[in-house]
């Protein structure tokens, strides 16, 4: 059976998740349902992770094991023609090795969060940032994600309903970049490691706001990090802002 190797992008605003899940929309539900309309017998997709409720994806990555042959610009048409008019698309699709698998072949999972900062509500991009209406402190924040970087026990940004064998991770990246947008700014926070913990992102970027807010000092962050303890976690943010942004491997299929 040939495997093949999807780059899905979704708005998560309507799914419960990426997770299958019985009588309620999920984002793999939609990509199986798609694909079950070419193979009735499909049986399943594998992904390179799980997004919560609500979360966004820009290039999720799953493979699929087809009965018959495909063409990979073939499949991924005859997928977006079934997927409409969810907001779910397959960006690319290409022929992966029989062993090559999308979660366990990955060596690097790259997630971006979008925050603005504005007085105004939002309504173009209502739903897909997460809008604050004070002003940040970008290089505080940035001083304090400074903290984060590296192998560390993450238990205090990690969410008590955590699957994980161990809170132990190391975090490769932590930036922050920030430009103007029409009466605000928006911040984006790229984040980058071989995996992640339930809720550590929206962890992060909670306590790094209260930073940017002035309610924390940038060593404020150091010292939440070393208590080990979930209290010590600043107000999870909410999953408007967060997409799964890219996924790495060391042959990359596409």
């Not at 010292?223 to 979930?230: F, G, K, S, T, V």
């Not at 408007?240 to 996924?247: C, E, I, Q």
């Amino acid at each position: 059976m040939p495997r093949y190797a999807l780059k899905i992008e979704y708005d998560g605003a309507p799914f419960k998740g990426w997770q299958r899940q019985n009588d309620l929309p999920s984002v793999q539900g939609a990509v199986e349902d798609a694909l079950r309309k070419l193979q009735p017998d499909f049986d399943g997709i594998s992904a390179a992770g799980r997004t919560d409720t609500g979360v966004h994806a820009t290039a999720q990555v799953a493979h699929a094991d087809m009965a018959a042959a495909w063409d990979p610009f073939r499949l991924s048409e005859a997928l977006n023609y079934h997927l409409k008019p969810l907001p779910v698309c397959v960006l690319a699709a290409a022929e992966v090795a029989d062993d090559w698998h999308a979660r366990f072949s990955a060596v690097e999972r790259r997630y971006l969060f979008r925050l603005v900062s504005r007085r105004a509500p939002l309504t173009h991009e209502r739903g897909l940032v997460w809008r604050i209406k004070h002003e940040l402190d970008v290089d505080a924040m940035q001083e304090a994600a400074g903290h984060l970087l590296g192998q560390h026990d993450f238990t205090t940004f990690r969410s008590t309903m955590c699957q994980a064998a161990s809170p132990v991770k190391t975090l490769d990246e932590a930036r922050i970049e920030h430009f103007d947008v029409p009466y605000g700014v928006e911040c984006r926070f790229h984040f980058r490691a071989r995996s992640f913990l339930h809720n550590q992102i929206r962890s992060f970027v909670g306590s790094l706001v209260q930073v940017g807010s002035g309610s924390w000092k940038p060593e404020d962050m150091k010292a939440a990090l070393e208590a080990r303890d979930r209290a010590a976690c600043g107000p999870v943010c909410p999953p408007d802002g967060l997409y799964l942004a890219g996924v790495g491997y060391d042959d990359d299929p596409f």
